[in-house]
Structures are given as structure tokens and as C-alpha cells.
């Protein structure tokens, strides 16, 4: 819990919008009684996530302002993803479990020619090389290995957790930890933009598949290593970003709503 509160003010400075992310952060709004009756009833709210927050963080801020305790989220995005995140509330909760069975789409960009030791740009690259002139051919075999049902190490840095302990807790104080291969269907690997070192991918794959191991993954069986750069989240079954708002809408639409109950 600790951590997760932490990561915000760890790196709000590094926020692309110093408007609506940062604002909505610190937006105080309270639902009235009317739509604390409705939260509680049930509602599925699609947030469109922001840069540098954690999915926690989206959960505690619409749990602060529609005043229940009762909200959760179907399927956690990495702080430096952004996109689709199915916010819960009340009755509805009983619903998570539905949203989390279903595929998932992500857009997103690898970066190739280093490694990182969380998969992403969390962490600083390592083990550089020089990226070779990858035609089609060779991107498409790649994508090709890693579709349909596969054999997916998650990340040393995860939330995964070993005796009650998250693994990136474990992997901080330097803790070996012995990893377990899961099973993740890729239902599809598409590159759609190549611009080397970068290479610009659409995925849909199942519940439980880690992007940023498959980024890495991806990197080695081309020999130059790979670093997820980028991750968006565009679809939850038949949910996609596009009816999703953002925070600051969603709490200016509640603070709106209040006035007028009050």
C-alpha cells in the first residue's frame, strides 16, 4: 500500500500534462448523498488513465469523492501505461471478475538495442548493442513466435506476489526469487510502425499476459534486446478507450451533479 501511495509524488514532476493529470490529482469533490446512493447500487465507470498514476491511485481518488469504500478495478496498468481502466463501484463490483476474463488490447512501442531490468523505462537501459537493419520478414517471424498459447515469465518487477511479499518488493532488497512460467494466449502481434530503434506494435491478448515481459522477450529472439517505451490500453472486451473519460472529467461531471442535489 505504502508504495503504491508513494509513486505519484515520487514522479508528478515528470507529468506530460501539467494540467489535467496534475489537477485532477489534487481536485477535492465530494458526491452528495443522492450520488452516494447510486455508487452504491452499482456503477462501471471506463477511465481513460493517466500518465504516472497507478491504477490504485484511480481507485482511492473516485473512492474519496463518491464517499463508499466498496470500488475496485478489472486489471491493473503499469504507472507508465495510460488507457482503458474499468473502475467498479458498489454492487457492481461483483462484476470484476467478468471484465478481468476478458481479452485485453494495447497499443504500444519497443525499443530496441538494451534491455532494462523492469522491461520498461522505469529503469535505466543496460546491456547495450547495436541494432541491426531488421527487415519485415524477420519482425513478422518474431511476432509469429510469440502468438497463440505461450509459456510467459512475468517481470522480477511485478505485483505478483511470493509468500505475501510483491516480487519488486523482493527484487529492491535484492532477494532472488525463483520465477514460474504462466500460460497467456496472444491472440494477435501486429507490427504497425517501424522507425529503428522503435517498433510500434498493436496486441490482443488474454488476461494475465505481461506486455513488458513480451517487449523483452521480443528484443532477445532478435539477438539486439528490447524495452517496452511506451503502453496504452485500448480495449476490455467489447470496452475501448474511446467512451472512456479522463479524471478531471469525471470528477468536474460528480462536482456538477453534487451542486445540484445540494
Known amino acids: 500500500m505504502a508504495a503504491k501511495e508513494s509513486y505519484f509524488a515520487k514522479h508528478k514532476a515528470k507529468l506530460r500534462d501539467e494540467g489535467g493529470d496534475r489537477n485532477a490529482f489534487s481536485k477535492m469533490v465530494h458526491a452528495s448523498d443522492a450520488q452516494q446512493s447510486q455508487f452504491e447500487a452499482g456503477a462501471v465507470l471506463l477511465i481513460d488513465k493517466p500518465l504516472h498514476w497507478t491504477s490504485f491511485d484511480v481507485v482511492r481518488k473516485i473512492r474519496n469523492s463518491i464517499r463508499i469504500k466498496k470500488v475496485g478495478h478489472a486489471g491493473t496498468l503499469d504507472p507508465l501505461a495510460t488507457g482503458l481502466l474499468i473502475v467498479c463501484t458498489g454492487k457492481f463490483t461483483k462484476k470484476i471478475n467478468e471484465f478481468m ?3 485485453k488490447t494495447y497499443t504500444g512501442s519497443i525499443t530496441l538495442g538494451a534491455t532494462t531490468p523492469t522491461f520498461d523505462l522505469e529503469s535505466a537501459r543496460e546491456n547495450e548493442k547495436p541494432v541491426p537493419d531488421i527487415g519485415q520478414q524477420a ?3 518474431a511476432c509469429l513466435a510469440f502468438t497463440g498459447t505461450i509459456e510467459q515469465f512475468p517481470p522480477i518487477y511485478s505485483a505478483i506476489k511470493k509468500d505475501g511479499v510483491a516480487l519488486y518488493e523482493l527484487a529492491r532488497r535484492g532477494v532472488d526469487v525463483e520465477l514460474k512460467a504462466r500460460t497467456v494466449t496472444i491472440e494477435s502481434f501486429e507490427i504497425t510502425d517501424v ?8 496486441i490482443v491478448c488474454s488476461t494475465g499476459t505481461y ?4 517487449a523483452n522477450d521480443f528484443g532477445a529472439a532478435l539477438g539486439c534486446g528490447g524495452y517496452l517505451s511506451s503502453l496504452r490500453r485500448t480495449a476490455i472486451g467489447n470496452h475501448h478507450v474511446e467512451e472512456a473519460q479522463d ?12 451542486k445540484m442535489d445540494n
Open 101 to 103: 476474463a476478458a481479452k
Open 139 to 141: 519482425l513478422q517471424e
Open 211 to 214: 506486455i513488458r515481459s513480451l
Open 195 to 202: 522507425a529503428l530503434p522503435v517498433v510500434s506494435f498493436k
Open 247 to 258: 479524471m478531471l472529467h469525471f470528477l468536474n461531471q460528480l462536482e456538477q451533479g453534487a
